[in-house]
């Protein structure tokens, strides 16, 4: 049972473009939303996270928009750069005690033409 | 050193081995993750240490799947009796927590590529 479903599972976007990621999850419990950034050979590398308690957040070029009432996030990479190439991957946790096990999604490639 | 260190970053063994894999988090992290990425697919979470005890093991596949923290820092995850079903790489992430202002972000390490012929 995949808690976090994510969307598409690759995308080609033009440099410039916009691209998009969506995600789904399940368990209402969850309170946290990450979004991580891998490039090849690298661990995940935190891109920026957004709680239920606001609709929106953005920082640079990358903007995390959220629907508490659709369980659905996602997220919006403006200005797409051939840098921007990576495995994105969405993930959710709760908290459970004092542990933060991320459930994760199962990665969108993303490539930038240049 | 500045980020997590994991080693070694490749190793190849038999069937039926048994393996270590190490992992250095950044200094002063007290909360310590580790998870296990196939190709294609999304980190799975194993086991996470909160300083010496290992707070939440609920993700170990089996039995063969044992990890220690000792003092607080190094980490080592051990395999026994490896199959080649436990290729994969293992990443591990460490964290200085939540509450009190943290956000319990991970920063993870490069990893450790695991193949078992």
């Known amino acids: 049972q995949q808690q976090v479903k994510q969307s598409p599972q690759s995308l080609i976007v033009q440099k410039g473009g916009i691209s998009i990621i969506n995600c789904a999850y399940e368990n209402t419990a969850f309170d946290y939303f990450p979004w991580y950034q891998q490039f090849p050979g690298k661990g995940p590398a935190l891109l920026i996270a957004i709680r239920p308690d606001v609709s929106e957040k953005k920082e640079g070029r990358f903007t995390i928009s959220f629907n508490k009432s659709a369980k659905q996030f996602s997220l919006h990479i403006m200005d797409s750069q051939p840098g921007d190439s990576a495995t994105y991957f969405c993930a959710a946790s709760m908290s459970a005690g004092n542990n933060r096990k991320l459930i994760w999604g199962l990665g969108t490639s993303l490539a930038v033409n240049p | 050193g500045a980020g997590v260190s994991q080693t070694p970053s490749n190793k190849v063994t038999e069937k039926g081995k048994y393996v270590e894999l190490r992992c250095d988090p950044i200094?002063?992290?007290?909360?310590l993750y580790w998870y296990r990425q196939s190709l294609g697919q999304g980190p799975e979470f194993l086991i996470y240490f909160q300083g010496t005890g290992a707070a939440d093991d609920s993700g170990l596949p089996n039995d063969r799947f044992f990890a220690v923290r000792p003092e607080g820092s190094v980490s080592t995850l051990k395999i026994q009796r490896t199959e080649r079903g436990d290729s994969a790489v293992y990443l591990c992430?460490?964290?200085?927590?939540w509450g009190q202002g943290l956000t319990g972000e991970l920063f993870f390490g490069e990893g450790s590529r695991l193949t078992v012929l």
């Open positions: 992430a460490s964290s200085l927590g």
């Open positions: 200094s002063g992290h007290t909360a």
